[in-house]
Each structure stands twice: as C-alpha cells, then as structure tokens.
C-alpha cells in the first residue's frame, strides 16, 4: 500500500480553505493572503495601509509566524483587530489554522482581511488558505531575478508590491531593475497587478490603496 | 496504520547525508551549506569569496535552485566548478541531489565545497546534506528581528553572516540594530561565530576569509 500523505494533506487543507471562503462570502470579507521572502516588509506595509485606509476600510489582521508575536504587536498598535497564529517550526500556515483564528476576528464587522503568511517566497503558495487573492511581496534589497527564480506565488498572486523603493534613491546602493523584475513577473502572469511602494516613506502607496478599496467595493 | 512519511523522507535524507559526509572526509573536503532568505547575497558572497581566496583555497560550489541557472552562471565566470541543482518547485536541497552533483565536481582537488542552499530561512535547516556546518546569511535589508522570528537555523549554525552592511552607512537609510541581531542569535547559539559583512564593498569579510582558512586547515 502506498500512502500519499503529502496529497492527503493538501486536500484536507483545500476543504478547510473551502469553508474558508464560505465564511468570506457571507460576511463580506475581502480576504487577502500576504506571502514574501522573511523581511521583505510585510508588517509595515499592513501597518501603513491599515493606518492611511482607517476611514474607507475596516482592515483585520492574522499574523502568521514560527514563533514570537513581534509582528501582531505592531498592527496592535495600530488599534486595528489582529490574532497571531505560531507554527512552531512549519513553514506556512494551513487553513485549518486560519479558521481558528476568525473565530477571534470580528469578521462582521470588517471589510478587508489580510493574512500574512510565514516569510517564505516558497511553501507558503501552495496552501490555499480561503483567500480571494495572493499578494506578493519583493524588497528590492532582494534582487530582481526572484520572479525568474520562484516563478510558482509570482504566476498565483494578483497583485505584487515591489517595496523599499526608498533605496533606490541613493544612487547605486540596491541594484534592482523594476522593469527586468515587471518583465518576468508578466511573462508568469499577465493579469499581476505591480506596485512599486515604499512603505518607509509612503511612496507609490496611494496606488495600491486605490487598488484595495476598488477590490473592497467590488466584491 | 499509520505511515509517517515525513519521517521515512528524513531517514533515507540522513543515508545520503552520511554517504555525502563520508565522500567529504575521504577527499579531504570541508563542506559549508549556506542558508538564507532570497536575495540576502548569498550568491554575491561566494563569488567575492572564490575570487580574494583563489590563491589559498581551492573551492567549488553547489547551486540549488528552484528554477534557472542564474546563480551558476555568476559562479562560473570566476572560473571555480560549479554545479546546479534545479528542484522544480521543492523548498531546500535533498542529499541525494547533493550526491549526484558531487559526481560532476573535481572533489579530489577541492580543499572547500560550498552548498548555496535554496533561498529559503525555514525548510532547509531541517535537512541535513552531509557538510561539515551551516552558513546562516542575513540581510540587514530584512531587519534585526529574524533570529528571534526564524530560531531554527540560527541555533543550528557554525558561522553567521550579517550582509549588506553598506546599506547601514546611509544614516536612517536601513534600521538595523546589529547588537540586536548578535544577542538573539548568541542566545540561540552561544558558539556561534558573527560576521558583519559587505559582500558588494568588502567591508569585513577578512574576518570571513581568516575563519574560512583556519576551518579548511583544521579539517
């Protein structure tokens, strides 16, 4: 007997992720999965976004981490609802682990849910969560080959923020091509939407908010 | 019955590991497997590496990848073998592809084998490939909090190199706390051994070079 546990997995994770997108559909919820390389800026661009959108969105947060709870005390601080899920070693979160912690969201009232998954450009795409959309993530002080070189939550995500472009400012301190890294993200995925942002000082950030709040009313 | 296959993948990973361990020790090899993030240099470090070390040490490198041959390529051009691995879609490198890359390697002239592991701080840690030690590199582009938010391969480590120093030489440019980043990483691991470094403009990585020369000679 052969036992294919790593499929067995994922489709137990899809009928979580199913019941999921149940729960989004009848609250009202426009779900949002957040996936990037550890230090891309996640947390900073939720709490820019939560702060800057606070009249227009009602924005919930789950905060996916191995350990510690240092990113959900930040968007704490921004008053906004947040549960901090640890994995405790795994390098993603499951859906499973999602539900649990909308049952601690008060998902009735809010209009946006972002999840932000373990910082990890690999695993995390291959776990649906329940979520309307991926969203990608890229520092620049990462390079411009990462959507060549982790092509799979480049061809998922509807939108990819191209953030810290506050270092490119200061001439030859980060070589980053935006259009080399636009190029091969659109080969994978025509439809990618592509911020280039800085969350630091708030640049290209009202493009992406537009974005939200059109996705927002959308739904 | 319950089948625990992530435990069978583990066992027959460690056969490997040790065949690959004990190939190294016969050819008199030390081999460091360097992990990271995407995009906190790893590649940029070996290639400044081969080339100021190329009188003393005789090394090669494995490129693990999941898609394209970028990586290799730059190793390439200052002449040291190379060979790379594409996993298609898989996390981190197995043994097993370590062991097939080592039969496309001059093992017997190298005095030092590099494994540039795939970018990723979480999965590789957990897979032993047969070297000597692992390498942790870290962006300050990805802030002091990642050895308190990815313990795993912190605490696994010999050596731990803290890249892109230059980006903190433009006041207010980058926040990271280097102290920071060292205490959480020595409560982890009290023998680690810490290497601020600038791979683009040398700054350090003399004390890398000297640490690297005294592990080969020692072997």
Request: aromatic fraction near 6%; charged fraction near 25%; charge should be neutral.
């Amino acid at each position: 007997m052969k036992v294919n546990i790593g499929k067995k997995i994922l489709i137990a994770n899809e009928e979580w992720a199913f019941k999921n997108s149940r729960l989004f559909a009848e609250q009202k919820n426009l779900c949002l999965n957040m996936i990037s390389s550890p230090g891309s800026g996640k947390t900073t661009i939720l709490v820019r976004t939560i702060t800057e959108l606070k009249d227009k969105i009602k924005i919930g947060v789950i905060e996916g981490d191995i350990q510690t709870n240092i990113d959900a005390e930040k968007i704490g601080a921004t008053e906004a609802p947040v549960v901090q899920i640890n994995t405790n070693g795994a390098c993603h979160l499951l859906a499973a682990q999602v539900n649990g912690a909308l049952e601690n969201l008060p998902v009735g009232d809010l209009g946006l849910i972002f999840i932000e998954n373990v910082g990890n450009l690999v695993c995390p795409s291959a776990f649906q969560l329940g979520e309307a959309g991926k969203i990608v993530v890229l520092s620049v002080a990462e390079g411009d080959d990462k959507p060549a070189k982790y092509p799979a939550i480049f061809a998922k995500s509807k939108a990819m923020l191209i953030n810290k472009t506050d270092l490119l400012d200061a001439v030859g301190q980060v070589d980053f091509n935006i259009e080399r890294a636009k190029a091969d993200a659109y080969k994978l995925n025509k439809d990618i939407k592509i911020f280039p942002i800085s969350a630091k000082t708030g640049e290209g950030m009202a493009n992406w908010y537009d974005w939200l709040v059109e996705s927002v009313k959308n739904l």
